[in-house]
């Protein structure tokens, strides 16, 4: 059983960067790929960035290329996102999501356990 909290979400203005963390329990986040997904109001929820257990491979949305980086800390059972250059469409309730896979991949079945969400909203 692995529990997720996310933090770091907030209000920002466009072309701001945010952080987001995501801490998980359990002795086991070492074996587990990681993933960021986020759903906007009214929309369904959609895959933003994936990293392998090592931290060794990554994926992004194209959307979020360039301007995203996720990253891990295994010693600290934490994955993180880097947000930068930030835009009104960033705008969603951000989930971290753990995957007993070797790489989670970007579909939500591919994924065991969610967090809660964190909101980040970007203004114009």
């Known amino acids: 059983q692995v529990q997720l909290v996310e933090s770091g979400g907030g209000l920002v203005q466009a072309g701001g960067s945010l952080r987001l963390s995501c801490a998980a329990s359990?002795?086991?986040?070492?074996?587990?790929?990681m993933g960021w997904f986020r759903q906007a109001p009214g929309k369904e929820r959609n895959f933003v960035a994936a990293?392998?257990?090592?931290?060794?491979?990554?994926n992004y949305a194209d959307s979020v290329k360039g301007r995203f980086t996720i990253s891990r800390e295994n010693a600290k059972n934490t994955v993180h996102l880097q947000m930068n250059s930030l835009k009104p469409e960033d705008t969603a309730v951000y989930y971290c999501?753990?995957?007993?896979?070797?790489?989670?991949?970007?579909?939500?079945?591919?994924?065991?356990?969610w967090g809660q969400g964190t909101q980040v909203t970007v203004s114009s």
């Open positions: 999501a753990a995957s007993s896979r070797t790489y989670g991949g970007s579909y939500e079945y591919l994924y065991d356990y």
């Open positions: 990293i392998s257990w090592s931290g060794g491979s990554t």
């Open positions: 359990g002795r086991t986040f070492s074996t587990y790929a």
